[in-house]
């Protein structure tokens, strides 16, 4: 959510940057909108998988045993592979000399893992129990280390499919910049498909009776149901890869080739200290040289950004599932709360969805909304700010329903489902929310690309690995201290959703007081690539 959300888009974004002094990308005609809309398609089923991972796999690894504290632990693995794995496979896929083309082998590789993944999460429990882990609810070690395997390599091939998909699509542009909008409409359309599919797949309570062989002793209904999330997502990913890459070929490159377009990187401008012929790494580090004060300070407002909404996008089911419905995981646990928690859990999903369909609409409106506002800088203030209010209410939602249990408590009821009110003020926060994740996912990149065009001599794909760093750190920095954090308050998701709030606003005075506005003739749709 992408760590994971901003891995998704530097690759489209440092393409453009890139294309027009790229010669291989701008040898050629470009390609007919149809193979730009196939292989955009290919984001339909990588983003269901990302849909499924941050509804549904937060509240699956307490019920496998891993205590909330240490959940966030497992989140590590997005901010990390998209720090590493995706720019070195952007950086390897250019100089690749497979007869198959540049992109597609890593395309169909990453496939291929992310099949192997889904397989090993979705049946960690069955191998588990078939290994020897105890029934009941308690700990189930064997499920856990099956579990942590599958979702590493789900993430690190997640991050080696959509880098050359991402740069796939600029190649079929061949430096045409129409082609290149028109390309990044198309992922960010298919990317709003997946984030739907998944959502309402992961709100679906019965959906494991389409696949009733989903459910064994090991695996119970919110297990079956995670399983037949992913299997379906899983199928449609290798149905959309396959029509891609059988339909739309890719002209290989030789050896040669490739030498020449380094030679001419080259040429673009300072090599700081000989970086250019350094891998991915030495690039990255180079670039850090001559950076931009803009770029500094817009490192600085997407750093604090994500603070603010990594927390959000890593409990924000599980927040419901807790505080909101009042249920539990975990020992002890009585069927009661075990149910609560599942509502809730689906109820989240619910909002994600509803907070897709949200995102989807604003981001096709943001370059008019900017107008209206009076400039992006603006318009990225006033989103962090709603980001702040937001979190903040999540506060109030759960003091409400909290409220309304011991009342509840009090008269002798049993534990029930949140009041309409409640219920729906806290689908409001999700839907609101839609609205600065469509800036988040637009304007850093947009920006990104205005100022560092003039002084960037990277390769095409680590143009915005710079950028890149100050979204996965802050991913990082969240991942590791947030369990901590939040125990500290006596457990639950409030605190690290607190610290958020705080995050977004010194985000939004930054954004309005330091970050420098783009020039007046730059165009924001021309940049942005739409992604998530």
Known sequence: M??????????????????????????????????????????????????????????????????????????????????IVQPTVGYYSDRCTSRFGRRRPFIAAGTALVTVAVFLIGFAADIGRASGDPMGSGAKPRAIAVFVVGFWILDVA?????????????????????????????????????????????SYRHLYKVLPFTRTDACDVYCANLKSC????????????????????????????????????????????????????G???????????????LLLVTCLNWIAWFPFLLFDTDWMGKEVYGGRTGEGTTAAEKKAYDMGVHAGALGLMINSVVLGVVSLGIERLARAVGGVKRLWGIVNLILAVCLAMTVLVTKSAEHHRAASHLAGATLSA???????????????????????????????????????????????????LAIVIPQMFVSVTSGPWDALFGGGNL????????????????????????????????????GH
């Open 2 to 83: 992408e760590g994971k959300n901003g891995d998704q888009n530097k690759v489209a974004v440092g393409s453009s940057l890139n294309i027009e002094r790229n010669p291989l990308a701008a040898q050629g005609e470009a390609s007919p909108l149809r193979k730009l809309f196939l292989v955009a398609s290919i984001a339909a089923g990588v983003q269901f998988g990302w849909a499924l991972q941050l509804s549904l796999l937060t509240p699956y690894v307490q019920l496998l045993g891993i205590p909330h504290t240490w959940a966030a632990y497992i989140w590590l693995c997005g901010p990390i592979s998209g720090m």
């Open 158 to 202: 997640n991050n080696t499919l959509q880098g050359p998909c991402r740069a796939f699509l600029a190649d079929l542009s061949a430096g045409s910049q129409s082609k290149t909008r028109t390309a990044n409409a198309f992922f960010s359309f298919f990317m709003a498909v997946g984030n739907v599919l998944g959502y309402a797949a992961g």
């Open 230 to 281: 992913f299997l379906i997502s899983i199928t449609l990913l290798l149905a959309l890869a396959a029509l891609a890459l059988t339909l739309v070929k890719e002209r290989p490159f030789t050896l040669e080739e490739i030498e020449e377009e380094e030679e001419n990187n080259l040429k673009e401008g300072p090599t700081s200290g000989g970086c250019m012929r350094m891998p991915f790494f």
């Open 283 to 297: 690039q990255l580090l180079g670039a850090f040289k001559d950076l931009p004060r803009p770029m500094l300070i």
């Open 418 to 468: 949140p009041p309409a009110g409640v219920k729906g003020g806290a689908l409001a926060i999700f839907a609101v929310l839609g609205i600065p994740l469509a800036i988040t996912f637009s304007i850093p990149f947009a920006l990104a690309s205005i100022f560092a065009a003039s002084s960037s001599s990277a390769g095409q794909g680590l143009s915005l690995g710079v950028l890149n």
């Open 495 to 530: 605190p690290a959703f607190v610290v958020g709030a705080v995050a977004a606003a010194v985000s939004a005075i930054l954004s309005f007081t330091m970050l420098p506005s783009p020039p007046p003739e730059a165009k924001i749709g021309g940049s942005m690539s739409g």
